[in-house]
């Protein structure tokens, strides 16, 4: 009992002596305390990574303001050029913008949740369209039913595709406004969202099956010069936003090497898949001067095409004495009018110079050499003269017979009748 | 004569009114809390909010009697209502008063707080007064010296 009461009064001197601590705190020091706390919660809604964390940082926020209060003339004053209730407005609309973040976030959560269903839908359908258009393919008597059920399956693949591009690209982009909204270096909280949404989305993966099925799609379909322009144009859109956003995503992940190889073996997919597609339609082009017998040396960028052409008609001239001039003719006028000018010059060049294959001054002096070789190998020169000659006798001909056919006309004029 | 004496008188008067100084009042010079700055290397301290730049150099040999070990220290800093400046820093016996005058502080007064060094100096302002606490020790001082 009696220990009790010294206890009792240990602790009575003890909390007087506390108090005193307390009263005799420095306002400096009131004032850098509320100033730390108030960093410490502002740094908290920076790096906050959920909803449920804002709403723990409302509750501290709260604290801070009824901690504070007492001295709320002292930090009036002293959080100049701020007061204590514009400090709290602060923090407080900072921390109602990063809940909207997070509201957002949440929506575009259920939204690529929605697009990878989707998407896993359209690739399991892409799978079996290919395997039943190969196993069609296979068939050695194609009739007409098979090749009709072939190109219907061929059309359906190719919407399925580019359905399925759109959905990924829908990813890639909302990913690409993540890192528009937040420029500079990402935070870790801003890392860590990044990551979830990149996994929920399956992201890499949906891009390397998205590549690799428009290779596959080349490789079993014949595709004509609008498939592989629309090819061409869907692979240049999704290199662009691939190359905006692979650096950054390549930045973030930065410490986790696993996915780091897997940015780079999407970058080396990319660049596998503008080869293909290249090689497809230059292998086109080619094709089109093989199937007339036309020895054209094979080409694969701009520049080759226009030395194939040259050495080619080169070749042309120099066995123009061995071949004969009505053999020359005629492997002018199939290489000019059954290929170039037919085919290559109005379908396949407009693409080639779309996409930066070749350039406008290459299509200029593969045409230039077309004309140098037509004056000497095809005799039209000749032919024009005895048209021009036959042109003047028709002309001749004409005002000869306008001219002989008129007769004179002779007015007979009759002596007025006098009145007698 | 008489009328001599009342224009002498009169002529006084106008004397002494031209003289005498024309002050604005009242005015409340008080900084709210008082600012700790550091000492550059070259002596001087800068409080950024009232921006003044003073060269204090001269302080720690009035303390210390060594002008060359200031570098990096702290002085605490704060204004009371009348416009006194006061100052001292850790391991200061006496609080500085000052006033301020044309290009600097002019040494108003010099109170001697305890002959053992203050160990954790802070000041706070209390209505017409300046406190000054080191740990659990609390003084009342204004620019005249220790009022408790």
């Known amino acids: 009992m009696k220990l009790n009461g010294f206890f009792f009064l240990y602790a009575v001197f003890a909390s007087l002596l506390f108090s005193q601590a307390i009263t005799a705190q420095s306002d400096y020091e009131k004032t850098q305390n509320f100033k730390t706390r108030f960093k410490q919660i502002e740094d908290g809604i920076k790096n906050a990574g959920s909803l449920d964390e804002c709403n723990m940082i409302d509750e501290h926020i709260a604290r801070l303001r009824s901690d504070f209060t007492p001295d709320k003339t002292l930090l009036d004053k002293s959080l100049y050029p701020d007061n204590f209730e514009s400090s709290f407005a602060k923090i407080e609309r900072a921390l109602e913008i990063r809940k909207g973040d997070f509201a957002q976030i949440g929506e575009l959560k259920t939204e690529v949740g929605s697009l990878k269903d989707k998407i896993s839908d359209l690739s399991q359908q892409n799978e079996g369209l290919l395997s039943q258009i190969k196993q069609l393919q296979i068939l050695s008597s194609k009739d007409a039913q098979t090749i009709a059920s072939l190109q219907k399956l061929v059309s359906q693949l190719k919407a399925n595709i580019a359905q399925r591009d759109e959905l990924v690209r829908g990813i890639v982009d909302s990913l690409l406004a993540e890192f528009v909204k937040t420029p500079g270096s990402l935070n870790d909280a801003e890392k860590q969202l990044v990551f979830k949404k990149v996994d929920s989305g399956n992201l890499f993966f949906n891009i390397e099956r998205t590549i690799s099925d428009n290779i596959q799609f080349m490789k079993v379909t014949q595709t004509t010069p609008q498939d592989l322009s629309n090819l061409k144009k869907q692979y240049s859109d999704f290199n662009k936003v691939w190359h905006q956003i692979g650096p950054k995503l390549a930045d973030v992940y930065v410490s986790r090497k696993e996915k780091a190889s897997e940015i780079a073996n999407i970058n080396n997919m990319f660049a596998d898949w503008n080869n293909r597609l290249n090689d497809e339609i230059w292998g086109q082009v080619n094709k089109l001067f093989r199937e007339k017998q036309l020895a054209v040396l094979p080409f694969k960028s701009g520049d080759q095409f226009v030395n194939s052409v040259n050495s080619f008609v080169d070749d042309e001239l120099n066995n123009l004495p061995v071949k004969g001039a009505t053999q020359a003719e005629k492997t002018f006028y199939t290489f000019a009018d059954s290929v170039y000018f037919k085919t290559v010059q109005p379908t396949w060049i407009p693409i080639l110079v779309e996409n930066n294959m070749m350039t406008s001054a290459n299509k200029d002096s593969i045409e230039k050499k077309i004309t140098s070789w037509k004056t000497k190998a095809a005799p039209g020169a000749k032919m024009n003269w005895i048209y021009i000659a036959g042109v003047i006798v028709i002309v001749l001909l004409l005002i000869a017979y306008f001219t002989k056919g008129k007769k004179k006309v002779v007015v007979v004029q009759e002596p007025p009748k006098t009145e007698e | ?148």
């Not at chain 2, 700790?36 to 001087?44: A, C, S, T």
Request: a positive charge; aromatic letters at 12%; charged letters at 25%.
């Open chain 2, 1 to 148: 004569m008489r009328l001599i004496n009342h224009v002498l008188i009169l002529l006084i008067f106008v004397f002494l009114a031209a003289c005498s100084t024309y002050i604005l009042k009242p005015a409340d010079f008080s900084w709210p809390i008082e600012s700790v700055l550091k000492v550059d290397n070259k002596g001087n301290i800068e409080e950024q909010r009232y921006s003044l730049i003073i060269r204090v150099k001269s302080l720690y040999f009035q303390e210390f009697a060594d002008s060359m070990n200031f570098a990096g220290k702290e002085i605490r800093m704060i204004r009371d209502k009348a416009g006194y400046i006061f100052m001292t820093g850790k391991d200061f016996k006496n609080v500085y008063v000052f006033i301020p005058v044309e290009g600097g502080f002019k040494l108003e007064n010099k109170i001697l707080i305890s002959e053992k060094n203050l160990s954790a100096p802070a000041f706070n302002q209390k209505l017409q007064n300046i406190e000054l606490l080191d740990g659990t020790n609390k003084y009342l001082l204004n620019n005249k010296g220790l009022v408790r």
